[in-house]
């Protein structure tokens, strides 16, 4: 998808302009994918524009960092600070932020330690990922021919550069076979997540979703399922699956920052249908949140003043 260009980015305490946000050819990261990154979101509400859990990704951004090996340079009240500045310098009300902290110029070779951990913060207008359609009538999935990388290969706790070329197979892949999505399979054939999102599999009234185990990231917006499940009366519960159960699912949903709730509609040929009650319900309690209508959830809400 195209980028729209704005006025600034931050980069390393400091706002510039977005053509001069550049980084040298020998940028440790461009070669070994050593960086880690977030995926976030802002909404223009009438309330004005918040940055939905702001200071969780920025919480697991620091986190990805320590697995990696990179402890980064600025605080995460520095960070959440930043990315208000940023929208603010752009005259955003609603977008997509992408932060990224990456081993930078003046090292190379599989030792990184001595690399500078640099960290930047970007900011455009982004609709959704898998596109409006997909949220109202669902999309087409199938299984990835491409396994997730194992957590004794890389640890998918965290939001790694490098290991993300995993999921560019696989959706390019699916893409290539006239699917919207592919769904990854664990280490272990068991079934673990989108490319870039988590899955959820409704079954007599139970939403079923995999464990950390089963190689998936621990997800934001899952976490958010999870809250309005519990606070809905909704059994869930996490659960290693095989993919015959995608199969005669009730409802298959997939969640994620810039995917938000997407249903599934179809997964292998097999027609699931239109979304279902619990999905439908899910999203409408979702989006009340993120339009500020829902006050349950307003500590979910990081306000740009």
Not at 160 to 173: F, H, P
Request: include cysteine; charged fraction near 25%; charge should be negative.
């Amino acid at each position: 998808m195209p980028i729209p260009e704005v006025e600034k980015i931050w980069m390393n305490g400091e706002l510039v302009d977005w053509r001069d946000a550049q980084v040298h050819l020998l940028t440790h990261a461009l070669h070994y994918g050593t960086g880690v990154f977030e995926g976030v979101r802002a909404y223009d509400t009438k309330k004005g524009t918040h940055v939905f859990r702001l200071k969780d990704h920025m919480r697991r951004l620091h986190r990805s960092g320590r697995l990696y090996f990179m402890d980064l340079p600025y605080t995460v009240d520095e960070l959440v600070q930043a990315t208000k500045d940023l929208i603010k310098a752009n005259g955003l009300e609603s977008c997509y932020i992408r932060p990224i902290a990456y081993r930078g110029y003046g090292e190379m070779g599989l030792f990184p330690l001595e690399a500078t951990v640099d960290v930047a913060i970007a900011a455009w207008p982004w609709g959704t990922y898998l596109g409006d359609d997909g949220i109202r009538h669902g999309i087409r999935a199938k299984i990835s021919s491409y396994q997730r990388i194992g957590p004794n290969m890389l640890p998918m706790a965290g939001k790694a550069t490098g290991q993300y070329i995993n999921s560019v197979l696989a959706k390019v892949e699916a893409v290539k076979g006239g699917y919207e999505e592919a769904i990854l399979l664990d280490h272990n054939g068991k079934l673990s997540e989108g490319t870039g999102e988590n899955l959820f599999v409704v079954k007599d009234g139970v939403i079923n979703t995999p464990p950390m185990a089963c190689d998936v990231l621990e997800g934001i917006t899952r976490d958010c399922v999870f809250s309005i499940a519990r606070d809905e009366g909704i059994p869930m519960q996490e659960k290693i699956m095989v993919r015959s159960e995608l199969y005669g699912a009730d409802e298959v949903f997939l969640t994620g920052t810039a995917a938000e709730i997407v249903p599934i509609r179809e997964v292998d040929d097999r027609l699931l249908g239109e979304p279902g009650p619990i999905t439908r319900k899910i999203q409408d309690i979702f989006y009340s949140i993120i339009k500020a209508e829902n006050d349950r959830y307003e500590h979910y809400l990081d306000w740009v003043e």
